[in-house]
């Protein structure tokens, strides 16, 4: 279905042209409640101004267990009303602890409360790369966008320190891109870079990692997780407004300003700008 936006306000004024939905590149996914706690009504209220410019919402995977189903639809169907797609988030690694028979009832539960995207990522598991590509063939044969999550960090998420991740190591970035490449072999549609051990949880930012992926599979193929307004403006101010982002909910407009050349930091105001002849 193809978003027509209302007229906005103060329409005089020209901004970077925006692909309206659905869209393939300056994508915005927004974060479920986690990190902030919130419903569907809040939920509905921050679409109702903002929907236009947010693609998808993720479900961070620990929050939904937590729901009552009628909670859970009642934010799936808040997004649908807004035409923003519902992923999943990374509730696969701890349902994969759980057994093969929780895996497939996992995957018959999402296609059953309406999930549009399922995302596979196993940042906090040591599994087999065939085991990963199997779950992404499972998600397609759901009928189910697959989102594959690729990093350079063992044991991202849930918080973890500098110190704590310093202390794993990170993996190297070539071996990244192969399994990012060996993912849209078997069905992936999108590839997530996550953000722990390249611009999240470090002393230094990797930049050269999301350098290889844009190098390697194009700005259209790959998302990268934001996890602080510092982070999404380095990728606009390097890769343009089209690059497709992973924000907190918090930040969406604050993302779309910054895509559409109305504002920003001292080193990008004024320098966001757009062509299409």
């Known amino acids: 279905m193809t978003s027509t936006p209302e007229p906005r306000a103060f329409s005089f004024l020209r901004l970077n042209d925006r692909p309206v939905k659905p869209r393939t590149v300056g994508l915005t996914e927004i974060r479920g409640p986690y990190y902030t706690s919130f419903g569907p009504a809040h939920l509905r209220d921050l679409l109702e101004s903002v929907g236009p410019h947010v693609d998808s919402f993720k479900f961070p995977g620990a929050s939904m267990p937590l729901l009552s189903e009628?909670?859970?639809r009642s934010f799936i169907n808040v997004c649908h009303d807004h035409n923003v797609e519902v992923s999943t988030g990374g509730l696969i690694e701890f349902v994969l602890t759980r057994g093969p028979?929780?895996?497939e009832q996992y995957f018959e539960a999402i296609q059953r409360y309406g999930f549009d995207i399922v995302e596979i990522s196993v940042g906090m598991l040591a599994i087999a790369p065939s085991d990963y590509l199997r779950l992404i063939e499972r998600g397609r044969k759901a009928g189910l966008k697959v989102k594959a999550e690729i990093g350079i960090q063992f044991g991202a998420g849930g918080t973890s320190s500098v110190d704590e991740l310093a202390a794993e190591g990170t993996g190297d970035p070539s071996w990244a891109v192969r399994r990012a490449r060996r993912a849209f072999d078997a069905g992936a549609n999108l590839v997530l870079l996550e953000s722990e051990g390249v611009t999240e949880q470090v002393r230094t930012w990797r930049t050269?990692?999301?350098a290889l992926f844009i190098s390697e599979f194009g700005l259209e193929s790959v998302m990268f997780?934001?996890?602080?307004?510092?982070?999404?403006?380095?990728y606009v101010k390097n890769y343009g407004p089209e690059v497709n982002l992973f924000v907190d909910h918090s930040q969406a407009?604050?993302?779309?300003?910054?895509?559409?050349?109305?504002?920003?930091?001292?080193?990008v105001w004024g320098r966001v700008v757009s062509y299409k002849g």
């Open 70 to 72: 009628e909670t859970l």
């Open 101 to 103: 028979d929780a895996v």
């Open 208 to 210: 050269d990692v999301p």
């Open 225 to 234: 997780e934001a996890a602080e307004p510092a982070v999404f403006e380095w």
């Open 253 to 267: 407009y604050q993302l779309e300003c910054l895509r559409s050349g109305i504002w920003g930091t001292k080193s």
